[in-house]
């Protein structure tokens, strides 16, 4: 059964520093989102990404975060300065459809220390 | 706004015992409704779907929803628990308003205990 596969599964960065976040959606998959859970919050919905654009975005989202889908396959996420309250579990997730059911992978644990 | 309210926060059943997770939902017109499931340390694993039709969705697992729009629920039960299902259990909803492309608006979760 296809998968969305994310690495690394645990990243630790200094405060500061730029980090990417990598993602493999399902192949055949067109919609593209990053969600993040901070320790013993609910998932925090991030950003949407479809057709090689941003379609939506939350208020999280803001100037150091970028999205990008390099090749056909991988969309990474960049933080450019972490900041300690950027440690979270972020989740990348991918869907057929909007609307559609949405598919995540095993996430990647982000400490800033 | 769209909103998800899990008002338990944490529950703890007996082994083989059944169980109901309550999800509440604020939206105007027929949502799109999920369950996951996270167990420690893994990512959202989808448990079920309402889109339409059947209000009685079954899911894996032997867990099944039932979305009943008088009430704006869509609780999630299972007849027999199994130590296997102690986790952290999720319902969203789609945002569908604003030329939303569908991201997922999620409840605070309820955490299963299973006692043996």
């Known amino acids: 059964e296809p998968e969305v596969t994310q690495t690394p599964s645990h990243q630790v960065t200094q405060m500061g520093q730029e980090v990417i976040l990598r993602c493999v959606p399902i192949?055949?998959?067109?919609?593209f989102y990053w969600y993040r859970q901070i320790l013993g919050q609910k998932v925090e919905f991030l950003v949407s990404f479809y057709n090689n654009e941003i379609s939506e975005k939350s208020e999280i989202f803001d100037d150091q975060f970028s999205v990008e889908r390099p090749d056909g396959s991988n969309f990474t996420l960049k933080i450019r300065s972490t900041k300690l309250e950027d440690s979270a579990m972020y989740f990348c997730?991918?869907?057929?459809?909007?609307?559609?059911?949405?598919?995540f992978g095993p996430g990647t644990r982000l400490t800033v220390l | 706004a769209q909103s998800v309210t899990q008002p338990d926060i944490h529950i703890t059943v007996s082994e083989g015992a059944s169980l109901e997770l309550r999800c509440n939902y604020s939206y105007g017109a027929t949502p799109y409704l999920f369950w996951y499931v996270q167990s420690p340390g893994q990512g959202l694993q989808l448990l079920l779907k309402?889109?339409?039709?059947?209000?009685l969705v079954q899911g894996i697992k032997g867990f099944e929803a039932e979305f009943k729009r008088s009430q704006s629920s869509f609780n999630l039960r299972k007849p027999s628990v199994h130590w296997s299902d102690a986790a952290e259990y999720f319902c969203a909803v789609v945002r569908s308003y604003g030329g939303s492309q569908g991201n997922l608006i999620f409840g605070k979760g309820t955490k299963l205990s299973v006692k043996p």
């Open positions: 309402y889109f339409s039709g059947d209000t």
């Open positions: 997730a991918s869907s057929s459809g909007p609307g559609d059911t949405q598919y």
């Open positions: 192949s055949n998959h067109l919609y």
